[in-house]
C-alpha cells in the first residue's frame, strides 16, 4: 500500500469512527428502555468513559464493509456494528482490571477502574456485554428474527468460554505455561481472533448471504485476525508508550510468548504479507466492491498504533 | 400453608432441581461446541465450581411451572430454565468479588475467587452471561425464532444496566447515599426483583401465549420478586451463618437501608401475607393448575435459608 491509499484508507476509517462513535452516544444516554427500571447515572458514566473514548472502531469497520459487499441494510448493520463495540469495550474494562492486566491507561485515559472503581468497573463490563445482546434482539435493529437469532449465536460463541473470554483465561495462564507454538496460535485465535472474524461474517449474516460467502467473510477475519496479533506482538516489541496510548514491553517483560518472540521480526513481517495475501485472494469474487475491505487488510497489517 | 404442604412442596423443588442440575451438568461439559475454538479446561472448572453447587434452583422452577400453565414445550421450558440459571449464578460469581460484597462463602462452599483466583472468578463470570444467551440462540433451543428474540429481548432488560446490574451498582451506593424508601424498593426491584419477574413471564414467552398472560406472569413474578427480598432482609436480621451457608448480619454491620430496618420485622411478615395474597390473586384465571405456582409464591415469603 503507497502511503496515499494508506492515508486515503484512515480518513475514511476516521470518517466512520465518528459515525460509530455517534451511534454508541445514543445508545448509552441515559433514557431507560421498555423492560428496564431505571439506569443508574454513574453505572452509565462508567459505561461511556470505556466506550467513548476515541477507538479506531476497526471491528463495526469490518461489520459495515462486510454488509456492504452483499447489500445488506445499512441500518440494521450500524446496529450490529454497535453491538459488537459494546462487547469488544466491555472486554477492554475486564482485561484492564488489577487481577488481570492491571492497565492504568487505556488510549492514554485512565481506564475505567482507575476513573471509577474497580467494583463500577466491573459492573459496567457486565452492562455492556449484556447491552450488545439487548441491542441485537431489540425492535430498532430492523432484521428477520431467523438472522437475528444466527448473529447472536456466532456472536456468543465468538465471545464466550471457546472465543474471546476462553482466550483471555489461556493468555493468563500462559505466564505460567509456556504454550508451545500451536498453543500460541489458538490462543490468538481465541483471544483477538475470533471477534474479528464475527465482525467480517456478520456483514453476511445481517446480508442474510449464502453459506459459502458467510464461510468466506469468516475465513477473511480469520486471517486479518491473526495479522492483527502478529502486528500488535511486532509494536510492542517496537514502539513506546506515546505512540500506543498505553504501556508497552510488557510482553518481554513478563516473558510472555509470542510468535514474534519465538520466530523474530523478520520471520513476522513475512507472515504478516502472506496472510494479507491469504485475505485478498478470499476477497477475489467481490471485485472492486471489497476494495476497502482489501486495504483494511493492509492497515491491519502495517498499523503503527 | 400447613407444615406438610410445605414439605410437599419442597420435596418437588429438590426434585426439579435435581433435574436442572443434570441439565446444567451437561451443558458445562468440556466438548466445544459448533463455532467454538477450545474450552480451557480451569475456566470450565470455575463456571462448574459456580454452577453446579446444591442451589434452589427457584428460578427455573419457575419457568418450568410458567410454561406449564399454557402447555409449553417442556424441553424448549429446560433449555430456558438453564440459560436464567447461568445468568443468575454469574451474578453470583462477581457480587461476591473483593471488589463487590466480598463474600468467602456461598452455599457453605469457598466463593470461586476463593476456590481459584479472581481473574478466573471474573472470567467465568462473564463465561457464564454469555453462555445463558448461547443457550437459548442455540438450535438445541427448539423454539421459533421470534420467540427466542423475545426471551433474549426479555433477559438483556431484566439483568443488564435497567435491571440486575444496575441494582447491584445502586446496592453499592446504597451504604454512602441511604436511599429512601422509593430507592430501597426501586434497588430491590432491580437487584433480585427483575430475574424472578423475568423468570415467571419466560415460561409465557416459551409458549407463545399472549400478551396479558405474559403481564399477568410477570406482575406474578414482581410479587415474589418483592416478597423474596423482604424474606431474605428478614432472614439476614434473624437467622445464623450455618442456616444460610453464608455471612449473615451484614447488613446491620454495614448500616444497609433495608425496608425491615425501616419498618421491623412485624410489619415485614405482614407486607409478605400481602404479596402471597396478590401474587394468588393474580394466579386466579389458571385455577388448578397454578397450584405449584401459588405454593411456591408461598415458599419464597415464609423460607428458612
Same mark, same amino acid.
Given at each position: ?13 476516521? +470518517? ?15 433514557? &431507560? ?12 458514566? &462508567? ?40 462487547? %469488544? ?23 475505567? %477502574? ?7 468497573? /466491573? ?11 439487548? /441491542?441485537?434482539?431489540? +425492535? ?35 505466564? @505460567?505455561? @509456556? ?25 453476511? /449474516? ?20 491473526? &495479522? ?20 508497552? =514491553? ?13 520466530? =523474530? ?16 485472494? #478470499?476477497? +477475489? ?6 476494495? #476497502? ?13
Amino acid at each position: 500500500m503507497t502511503k496515499d491509499d494508506q492515508m486515503a484508507f484512515e480518513t475514511i476509517l476516521v +470518517e466512520h469512527a465518528a459515525a460509530i462513535e455517534a451511534q454508541l452516544r445514543q445508545i448509552l444516554d441515559g433514557r &431507560a428502555l421498555a423492560g428496564e427500571i431505571a439506569r443508574p447515572e454513574r453505572l452509565m458514566a &462508567a459505561m461511556r468513559h470505556g466506550v467513548l473514548n476515541g477507538g479506531k472502531r476497526l471491528r463495526p469497520f469490518l461489520v459495515m464493509e462486510s454488509a456492504a459487499l452483499f447489500s445488506a441494510d445499512g441500518e440494521a448493520a450500524w446496529r450490529v456494528a454497535t453491538a459488537l463495540e459494546c462487547m %469488544h469495550c466491555y472486554s477492554l474494562i475486564h482485561d484492564d482490571l488489577p487481577a488481570m492486566d492491571d492497565d492504568d491507561l487505556r488510549r492514554g485515559q485512565p481506564t475505567v %477502574h482507575k476513573a471509577f472503581d474497580e467494583a463500577t468497573a /466491573i459492573l459496567a463490563g457486565d452492562a455492556l456485554l449484556t447491552l450488545a445482546f439487548d /441491542i441485537l434482539a431489540d +425492535e430498532a435493529t430492523v432484521l428477520p428474527p431467523d438472522r437475528k437469532v444466527a448473529l447472536m449465536l456466532a456472536l456468543s460463541r465468538a465471545a464466550g468460554v471457546g472465543g474471546m473470554v476462553g482466550g483471555q483465561m489461556l493468555d493468563l495462564e500462559a505466564e @505460567r505455561n @509456556r504454550p508451545d507454538e500451536a498453543g500460541i496460535i489458538r490462543l490468538q485465535a481465541m483471544k483477538t481472533g475470533a471477534l474479528i472474524r464475527f465482525a467480517c461474517e456478520a456483514g453476511a /449474516i445481517v446480508a442474510g448471504a449464502p453459506a459459502q460467502d458467510r464461510e468466506r467473510l469468516a475465513e477473511f477475519g480469520s486471517a486479518i485476525g491473526l &495479522a492483527f496479533q502478529l502486528a500488535d506482538d511486532l509494536l510492542d516489541l517496537t514502539a513506546n508508550a506515546s505512540q500506543m496510548g498505553k504501556a508497552t =514491553g510488557k510482553d518481554a517483560a513478563a516473558g510472555k510468548a509470542t510468535l514474534v518472540a519465538l520466530h =523474530g521480526a523478520t520471520w513476522a513481517r513475512s507472515q504478516l504479507q502472506g496472510l494479507v495475501d491469504q485475505a485478498h485472494a #478470499l476477497l +477475489e469474487p467481490y471485485g472492486e466492491r471489497a476494495a #476497502l475491505l482489501k486495504e483494511a487488510a493492509k492497515f491491519v497489517a502495517v498499523r503503527s498504533n
